[in-house]
């Protein structure tokens, strides 16, 4: 990664917290072309952590290639690195955000593929969140002509993990069933329509009750996140289903096993329950890992069940794996090409909005992906509809039109 070791050194007025901490004074002139905007985590924790600052802009070393940033994507792993709820985490001070979209406008040496001007996507290990990225080009591709930038930050992480599980994990075929948790977050989304590309497959999905009547069309059968869904799963399919999807962990890696078929596939691929406060709980760290433990690899052999873990960003900045993810995006974006798919944007917010944009996430308010818009203001979006007057729920209304414009692949 290039180096964009120096310190954060101005905070905008918007984020300043007046009795929080204070970063390093090093401020470089307004302006000076030397320098970008970016979200800062000074330490694991609360909302409190985050704020925009000023840093120094980062050039390309070998290899990378430099993106003036559009759109970032906030997904719920930035909530739990933000609590520090993740293995291993980062040294603070540190830039969140693993993916973004933008225009490329520098290659360092030896950087082949791209031109200045490109229109590009990119996974990045952190450091997503600013207006200049610097990521190596195995992790860059070229976003199709059609697709917006909100949609491109909407689409890498969520749309790749979905499709990795389903086809190349638990190899979806025609005629099986798929049991999601979280079905109107941005994975949840994402998972949905992949299935809908296999005729006759069934989508059993849990979500928050408002969310239903938004998403009732993009799954077979909905249920509350409350009720107990393996009962419910069970008077409609009483043999269970072929495929579990879990991102919550703890107890329901029993239960999804539980409802697994004969040579059924579960996924194990977050750990939602972990979150329970704004900060990080170790009871829930605790409780979530001693309910994974418990699974028996005898019990697997008897009943002929697979269970299974995936990670993308393991994949993709531990593992090596950026050659296989590439063949993924291509095949992801065939798919959008011919309209099969189509990321779905909950709502866009400003740099110094992205207190509020994570507080939505944690409140569990999300309908598809929440967008770090670097060029928006931070003032709330005025919906397009003729009459709609901003007022104090202004807020709320483009967050609407968003989702009507964008949830439903045509
Ligand atoms: N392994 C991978 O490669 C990979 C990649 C991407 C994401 N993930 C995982 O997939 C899951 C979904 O990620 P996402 O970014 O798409 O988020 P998301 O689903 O868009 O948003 C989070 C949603 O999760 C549900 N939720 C469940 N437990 C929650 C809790 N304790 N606090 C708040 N909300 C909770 C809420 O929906 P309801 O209230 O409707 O249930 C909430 O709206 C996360 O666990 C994430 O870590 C894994």
Known sequence: MADEGAEMIEETEHMIEKNGEKEPENVLPAGDAKEMRAVILSGFGGLNKLRVTKKAMPEPQEGEVKIRVKACGLNFLDLMVRQGNIDNPP???????FE???????????TKG???????MAFVNYNAWAEVVCTPLDYVYKMPDDMTFPEAAAFSINFVAAYMMLFEVANLREGMSVLVHSAGGGVGQAVAQLCSTIPSVTVFGTASSFKHEAIKNSVTHLFDRNVDYVQEVKKISPEGVDIVLDCLCGENTGKG??????????????????????TKSF????????QVEKVNPIKLFEENKVIAGFSLLNLLFKQGRCGHVKTVVEKLFSLYNQKKIKPVVDSLWALEEVKEAMQR????????????DVEKSPTP???????????????????KWLCSEVRHPT
């Open 361 to 372: 996430i944690h409140d569990r308010v999300n309908i598809g992906k929440l967008i770090l």
């Open 100 to 110: 973004c979209s933008g225009i490329v406008e520098a290659m360092g040496e030896g």
């Open 381 to 399: 979006l005025v919906n397009p509809e003729p009459g709609h007057e901003p007022d104090q729920t202004s807020l709320e209304s483009p967050e």
């Open 257 to 278: 096993l539980g409802l697994l078929r004969p040579l059924g596939t579960y996924i194990l691929y977050g750990s939602s329950s972990m979150v329970t406060g704004e």
């Open 283 to 290: 009871f829930s760290f605790a409780k979530s890992w001693w």
């Open 91 to 97: 040294k603070t001070p540190l830039v969140p955000g």
């Open 114 to 120: 791209f031109e200045i001007g490109d229109r590009v």
